[in-house]
């Protein structure tokens, strides 16, 4: 795509079509860019969350927040710890909500142990349990998900392997235990938007967590992918500024049961 920003004229023109430069399509257009151009450089691995790098986007962060917040989960688990930012974040918003029995879990093929250290030593460290292994072990999934009780309502987000096959794999796993009305949100899908930038890989085209979702979904009526609504909004704009497109899979019914009577 060829863009031209004609800040006099007051224009964006993208691949022949021009828009003025202060509307909801110059918006999109340079939000997706600017989303690339951000990854490239690592913009995403410069925030930390009370003192533990996150390596997320500022505004997925915010998004989910708002998730947390009405679906009031019990129990979030997380794959994916790296340096445990996300596992602070989530047990900050469970403290903060008076949620003093929640629990948050974090599943790794490998903790670190410099990042295990910090964790141990966090002040938010009664809310986190670690689990290292494989997020696709199935025995690992069972040790993941001994704390659920029968009435907890669960959160799952999924943050590690990203590649098509894992991410499957990972839906198949954990998704019984997400309690209808809240979400497995499969993280990271902008792979697909990512596969021509210079730190991205050609193959991202297809093998990415979006796909994934969509195969997922295919196969289980009981969930649907839906973008959260945004609790407030003043603007003309409808679409997140985010790494995770068609990451949240909502669960509309139970097991066995059509989505319809959800």
Known sequence: MQIVI?????????DSETHPLYSKRAFQ????????????????????????PVIQLPEDLVRIQEVVHRVSPDVIIETGVAHGGGLVFFASLLRAMGKDKAR???VDVEIRP???????????????????????????????TACIRPDDVVLVVLDSDHSRHHVARELELYSPWVTPGSYIVAT????????????????WRD????AAAAQFVARHPEFVIEQPEWPF??????????HWP????????GAGESSKSG
Do not use: C
Request: hydrophobic share 35%; net charge negative.
């Open 104 to 106: 948050v879990v974090g």
């Open 29 to 52: 257009i340079l939000s997706h860019q600017w989303l690339k151009v951000g990854w490239n450089e690592k913009y995403p691995y410069t925030f930390s969350w009370l003192g533990r």
């Open 207 to 210: 093998d990415h967590p979006a």
């Open 114 to 144: 410099h990042n295990r250290a910090a964790l141990e030593d966090h002040f938010l460290k009664p809310w986190i349990t670690l689990v290292e292994g494989s997020s696709t072990d199935p025995e690992i999934a069972a040790q993941a």
């Open 188 to 203: 990271d899908g902008s792979m697909r938007d990512l596969h021509d930038v210079p730190r991205g890989d050609p193959s």
């Open 246 to 253: 068609d990451a949240y899979l909502r669960r509309v019914a």
């Open 6 to 14: 004609d800040t006099e004229a007051g224009t964006l023109t993208a």
């Open 233 to 242: 909004n003043e603007s003309e704009l409808s679409e997140n500024l985010t």
